[in-house]
């Protein structure tokens, strides 16, 4: 685990519950009963305009699976990323443009989410290009943000593409220059 990467997420939760005050539509979803989360802080009928607030979760997320079936190990600050909280993606701006964090809601999300990475990581080895974990997506179409495994930089990568644009040198660091943003995806 990497206690930068959690230490970084927690502040800009903090900062993204803070706006959210001044905006509550950023922590503001419909109700579905059928995709429980702890996140809910109120409940309603399918379709209702409800309140969710990220949680902190309390366990270090499980990629024994993704590990043993791709014979890697996974980035510790990926790990950690997405070991830190459950939660709606968070709507975030840099210097160069809007990005949406990807979190997950609940543990069916978590599996869903270390499927996305298997069929990525599948990708990039059919193309015999080096591994990378997504974690975000950018406001422009066909563009990612995600962690080269070895190195651990953050790659702006446009799919299919090798990276070619380091953006930071590691995830906390990328983290920390975050801004919350009001912009819906």
Not at 95 to 117: K, T, V
Request: some cysteine.
């Amino acid at each position: 685990m990497s206690e930068a990467v959690t230490l970084a997420l927690k502040e800009f939760v903090h900062k993204y519950v803070t706006t959210a005050q001044q905006h509550p539509a950023m922590l503001t979803l419909e109700y579905d009963d059928e995709w429980p989360s702890d996140c809910y802080t109120s409940t309603g009928k399918l379709g209702d305009k409800v309140s969710w607030q990220p949680v902190k979760r309390h366990q270090t997320a499980n990629f024994n699976d993704l590990e043993n079936a791709l014979e890697m190990t996974i980035h510790k600050d990926v790990v950690s990323y997405f070991s830190s909280y459950w939660s709606d993606n968070l709507n975030a701006e840099t210097s160069n443009g809007n990005l949406q964090l990807l979190q997950p809601w609940n543990q069916q999300d978590f599996e869903r989410l270390q499927q996305n990475l298997v069929g990525h990581i599948l990708m990039k080895r059919r193309l015999k290009q080096p591994d990378t974990l997504f974690f975000a997506l950018t406001d422009e179409d066909d563009f990612i943000l995600t962690v080269d495994n070895i190195s651990g930089e953050v790659m702006l990568e446009q799919v299919g593409l090798v990276p070619k644009e380091v953006v930071a040198p590691n995830l906390a660091v990328f983290i920390q220059s975050l801004q919350p943003s009001t912009v819906q995806f």
